[in-house]
């Protein structure tokens, strides 16, 4: 089963972790909210440990959160774990203008948030290793690929 945390504005992003909340995902989900004004909200090194996906919903404001939440993207970062990006507008691949310079380049997924279906089938698609593997760079999934995308 999958553990996911999702880490999100508070300020700006609530209408879509009500509708994450609303799709009853048949995984465990903690929701981490994030101020743009300085807090100190830190997460626990113990939820980092028992966590095997963190999903972060990029927005026009995420990059403009406090250091809290730069810091705790740090010590994920850290921690190999797999990093799912999620892009609010629609964007398939890294968003450069919205999505943290820190996450542009440790090895995260980078995808649109398109409903439903392809949230959970992004969700049990991330390896919880992928970072392992693929510890630099930035990636999307291909949910059909394409002849020429195989080997």
């Not at 026009?60 to 850290?78: A, C, G, M, P, Y």
């Not at 990006?85 to 919205?98: P, Q, R, S, T």
């Not at 392809?118 to 630099?136: G, H, P």
Request: proline share 3%; net charge negative.
């Amino acid at each position: 089963m999958v553990n996911a945390a999702i880490l999100f504005d508070k300020e700006n992003q609530r209408h879509e972790i009500e509708l994450i909340k609303s799709w009853q995902l048949n995984c465990h989900v903690a929701y981490i909210g994030f101020d743009i004004k300085a807090n100190e909200q830190k997460i626990e090194f113990s939820l980092i440990e028992e966590t095997t996906l963190f999903v972060i919903l990029i927005g026009e404001s995420t990059r403009f959160l406090s250091n809290s939440f730069n810091d705790t993207v740090k010590s994920i970062i850290e921690s190999t774990k797999a990093i799912l990006c999620l892009n609010l507008n629609g964007f398939v691949a890294l968003d450069e203008i919205h999505c943290p310079r820190l996450l542009w380049d440790c090895g995260a997924i980078h995808m649109p948030l398109a409903g439903k279906e392809d949230f959970i089938y992004l969700i049990n698609t991330v390896k919880s290793d992928a970072r392992v593997e693929q510890r630099t760079g930035s990636f999307h999934i291909r949910k059909h690929p394409r002849p020429y995308d195989m080997d």
